[in-house]
């Protein structure tokens, strides 16, 4: 089945690493933890786990009981009520190779925002009306294009 977080292996190796994450990756499991630190493959093909019933799931678990894969909705919530319920401020890093996922990752990050922060002033609308700002910083030059 694969470990849902890679601190629980015996064996840290690269080859270890590596298993780990293919032998997910074909069970459609594309997120896997390191600790706190969240690695999702690019499965190029749509996957059933973005849903509303998934996004509230996520957002009704606990943080720390571990109940759920790893999942980008996981790092949304910690965020989440980190930023509301704690007062602390909140940074979420994005990063990898061109064409990663990495523009999609952050329009999954923002539908989460969104859903769960619903207002009746249309924060969610501001929310989702930011994606082309970030779609442009997604599309820009890079060292590989």
Same mark, same amino acid.
Do not use: C
């Given at each position: 089945?694969?470990?849902?977080?890679? =601190?629980?292996?015996?064996?840290?190796?690269?080859?270890? =690493?590596?298993?780990?994450?293919?032998?997910?990756?074909?069970? /459609?499991?594309?997120?896997?933890?390191?600790?706190? =630190?969240?690695?999702?493959?690019?499965? @190029?093909?749509?996957?059933?786990? @973005?849903?509303?019933?998934?996004?509230?799931?996520?957002?009704?678990?606990?943080?720390?009981?571990? $109940?759920? /894969?790893?999942?980008?909705?996981?790092?949304?919530?910690?965020? @989440?009520?980190?930023?509301? /319920? $704690?007062?602390?401020?909140?940074?979420?890093? =994005?990063?990898? $190779?061109?064409?990663?996922?990495?523009?999609?990752?952050?329009?999954? %990050?923002?539908?989460?925002?969104? /859903?769960?922060?619903?207002?009746?002033?249309?924060?969610?609308?501001?929310?989702?009306?930011?994606?082309?700002?970030?779609?442009? %910083?997604?599309?820009?030059?890079?060292?590989?294009?």
């Amino acid at each position: 089945v694969g470990v849902n977080n890679l =601190i629980d292996l015996t064996d840290l190796s690269e080859r270890s =690493i590596l298993h780990q994450l293919r032998v997910r990756y074909k069970q /459609d499991k594309i997120y896997t933890n390191v600790g706190t =630190i969240l690695i999702s493959i690019n499965p @190029y093909k749509v996957l059933p786990m @973005y849903t509303r019933n998934i996004i509230q799931k996520y957002h009704e678990a606990k943080i720390s009981d571990g $109940e759920l /894969d790893p999942h980008i909705f996981s790092i949304s919530r910690r965020a @989440y009520t980190n930023l509301f /319920d $704690e007062r602390q401020s909140q940074s979420i890093i =994005i990063s990898g $190779e061109s064409g990663a996922g990495k523009t999609e990752a952050v329009k999954i %990050f923002m539908q989460y925002l969104a /859903d769960v922060a619903g207002s009746e002033n249309g924060v969610e609308r501001k929310i989702l009306e930011a994606n082309p700002v970030l779609e442009a %910083f997604g599309n820009s030059k890079t060292v590989r294009n």
